[in-house]
Each structure stands twice: as C-alpha cells, then as structure tokens.
C-alpha cells in the first residue's frame, strides 16, 4: 500500500513541529530550502498520524529516528513495543510525499521528481548507473527525454536500496534494474536478495517506484 498526497493538501502542518524530536528538529534545519524542510516535514507528519491510528496511541508517542541518508525506524514507549508494526518508507521530493507500507516484508519507495539534465547529470550516471543503464539514458533524443528516463530508472534504484535497508551503504552501479532486453526489470537481484519492483503512476504529476522482499509466500 501507497498513502500519497501534496504538502499543500495537509492541514496544520506546521503545528506538527510540537511533535518532532530533537534529532528531527536538527535534521529539518538541514535543509537548504523551504520546499525541502516542508517536504520532510509533511512525510513525519503521515508517518506519525499512520502509525498513531495503528497502534491507538497519541502522535507524541511515536519517535521517529532522523539519520541523513539512513532508513526512518520507530522507537515506541515500552508499552507499545510489543505490537506488530508495518514495514515502511518515506519518499518526499517537489512537493509530494510519499509512504510505503507492507504487512510484514522490507519496502522502499521513491518519488524523485526534479532534476536538470547537464553536463553534471551525464557525469553522475557513469558513476550510479551501469553502462546498459546509462546508455538506456543517452539513447533519448531530446534534454526532456533523458531527464525523465534519468529519473525512472533514479526511483528504481532508490526504492530498491531503501529496501534493503542500506541505502547509500549499497552502491546503485552494484545492481541493476534493468532485464536482459533493456526493459525495467519486476524482479531485481541487490544485496544478496531478490526484491519485487513497480514502477506506477500515483498521479497524473507524480510518479513512484516501489520495492520489497521477493518471497514466494508473499505473492
């Protein structure tokens, strides 16, 4: 399951500061711009509030860790850790946000939406993405072309390291996401595991890509 919505469409945002601890207050002042901080701001928001109906207790309960570049994990008060909890991730970029949710095996989505496409963004594929991946890029005529198949095959590398837990600990050239005729792959083979990969259109504006544990029990 996917909850996904704009910033904009939230209500009392910026009164959900009372709830953030003081490792995510430090990582909000992180951020270089206002679209940025308001971003990571409405994903703790949903985050709290989804977990907050879960497990019946009040948002202020649920501490959510705020590591840069690491996975979000919970840490509930001791009468709460004894609850089956979901697997999740959180995805927020251009003014949307995103969270992943399933039952019981690891998840990750990514909702990357923004990017130039320069002389910097070819340089940076040589090092993310492996030669078929980047020739896949460079093979679109156009600036407009490029960026976005940059950006498909961004968020499905991304949903996949989220997934594994990793993050950027798990090198994108390492793996790919791509089958043997080029075509974005349903299953993709990254640190040791195999993981199930989508790639859906949440809106007409935003677009995700979604990974999890691949397990035959699960399907």
Known sequence: MILYAQTTELNDLHSHRRYLNSEESERLKLFRSTEAAHDF???RMLTRLFHARWLSCNPDEIRITAREHCKPEL?????LRTRDLPCFSISHS?????????????IGVDIELSTTCSRELLDTMRQIYTPTEAALV?????DEGRRRRFLTLWRAKEAVMKATGLGFALPPISFTVLDVDGKMNSTVDASGRVWRLE???????CEAACAWEHRASSE
């Open 41 to 43: 701001l409405a994903a």
């Open 75 to 79: 840490i509930l008060p001791e009468g």
């Open 138 to 142: 460079a093979t679109e005529h156009d």
């Open 199 to 205: 790639c859906v259109a949440l809106t007409s504006e």
């Open 94 to 106: 251009a003014g949307w946000i995103a969270i992943a949710i399933h039952r019981e095996l690891p």
